[in-house]
């Protein structure tokens, strides 16, 4: 799988001229080493050929859509991605969300908050990175840390980079009771307190992955008001 290199290159893959240059210059001017591409498929010869450290990409491009170009990236790379996007229904962004998305910023974009969200990416993406190889287990659950692999009761289940860190972070806090907010700091970041959305969502996707029974979970327990639990039986 490829990984991202250290430095501060960021792949802008946008067709609108006026818009690619926008997001080349505010890059530029916070520090990063823009790249750009005009269509997808450009987009991801750069990717492989100079792998940066966050893609941000665009969904109507010409020929090569960028649902297409998100699955492939995801595919072959760990590589966060951040999808500016004029299309801002619920369906889009779950969409994105399914297909490996890190985030989901809707144009027009603010860009004091698009900067706030590549930061928080980068920041989170960089502290997984930095993590020991090690292996958490948690009653039939088991997470491998350096591989990113997750079992449960065995059988192998593929998790995108933030539904696994998301469940790593209930792993470590097995059997007690983490608020909204809480793991939207510190799965998500900062900026994103207040996306309550996202933990919902998330939370779907995890069940849907790990339960048998998603309607009825055994491990991700919704406490209505409080938050969510990974339920562990004691031994």
Known sequence: MLQAR????????????????????????????????????????LLYNSRPALV???ITLPGLDGWEACRRIREASGIPIIIVSGRNSHTDTLRGFELGADDYVNKPFDKKE?????????????NDEGKEPSVIRCDGLEADLRTH?????????????????LLIYL??????????????????????VNESEYVRLYMCYLRKKLEKDPDNPRYLVNLRGLGYRLAVEPR
């Open 56 to 58: 941000l990409l665009d």
């Open 114 to 126: 698009l900067l706030s969200r590549v930061r928080a990416v980068l920041r989170r993406s960089k």
């Open 171 to 192: 792993m470590r806090k097995q059997n007690t009771v983490v608020s909204h907010r809480e793991l939207l700091f510190n799965v998500w970041g900062p900026a994103y």
């Open 6 to 45: 250290s430095g501060g290159q960021i792949l802008v893959i946008e067709d609108d001229a006026e818009t690619r240059a926008l997001l080349e210059d505010f890059l530029s001017a916070a520090g990063y080493e823009p790249l750009s591409a005009s269509n997808a498929l450009d987009g991801l010869r």
């Open 149 to 165: 692999r997750v079992s449960v009761e065995g059988k192998r289940v593929t998790l995108s980079p933030t539904e696994f860190r």
